[in-house]
């Protein structure tokens, strides 16, 4: 039999405008999902977020999920507006604590790498980072006494990660850092010189060792 090769009608590509990439104020009430700006598509029940935003998955998400959302709360109603109005707000509230929290751990992230800094930089061991912390406490426990939020600066003080091995990846990771600004920098460079000093031994002999590796 002879080969006859089946022509398909060519489909028009979809474009992203006919699949409603972008979000619509209607989803809100009629899907129950919010965008929020840098965010994707969050569901107002489930807090599960939509990858591609497409009507259709928004739909599927509500319909196989939260179908009977609309028997107690039907669409167009004065009480589902108020719902969706009431979980946007706590919502919201709740990414707040959110980013509150995690500027709060970064904040403490960076304060021990400050102080891992200064113990490098003074050749001090990787154990004084824990005495250092203790220091702190004792110090702010009398220098705050009578301030109002002294127990969430205690707080913070206390949630510095300062044991010794945390000290040493700290340093490690400082040490990777600068390398890896060097090589950056001399890459970039079109030549580079190396100046010294003309070193001498015990024996006055002057020496140089030059090693270049690229
Ligand atoms: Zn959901």
């Known amino acids: ?3 006859s090769p089946v022509t398909k009608p060519c489909k028009r590509p979809r474009s992203i405008q006919s699949e409603h990439r972008s979000f619509q104020a209607a989803w809100e009430e009629e899907y129950l ?7 994707k598509a969050t569901c107002l029940l489930c807090k599960e977020k939509v990858h591609v935003l497409k009507r259709y998955n928004l739909e599927r998400h509500y319909k196989t999920r939260h179908a009977s959302y609309s028997e107690n709360f039907p669409l167009h109603s004065q009480l589902r507006s108020a719902k969706v109005a009431s979980l946007k707000q706590t919502l919201l509230s709740q990414q707040k604590l959110f980013l509150c929290q995690m500027k709060e751990s970064e904040a ?11 113990l490098a930089k003074h050749k001090k061991p990787f154990t004084e980072a824990e005495l250092v912390k203790k220091c702190f406490l004792s110090a702010a426990e009398i220098l705050f006494e009578n301030y109002s939020n002294k127990s969430s600066i205690l707080k913070e003080i ?10 040493a990846r700290r340093i490690e990771a400082m040490g990777e850092n600068i390398q890896e600004q060097v090589i950056k920098a001399v890459r970039e460079s079109p030549f580079f010189t190396i ?12 020496q140089l060792l030059v090693r270049v590796r690229y």
Request: proline content about 2%; overall charge negative.
């Open 158 to 167: 206390g949630a510095l990660q300062l044991s010794d091995s945390t000290c």
């Open 1 to 3: 039999m002879a080969y």
């Open 108 to 118: 403490v992230t960076e304060a021990s790498f400050k102080i891992c800094y200064l």
């Open 33 to 39: 999902f919010v965008e929020w700006p840098n965010e």
């Open 195 to 206: 100046a010294m000093d003309e070193s001498t031994d015990i024996g006055d002999v002057a």
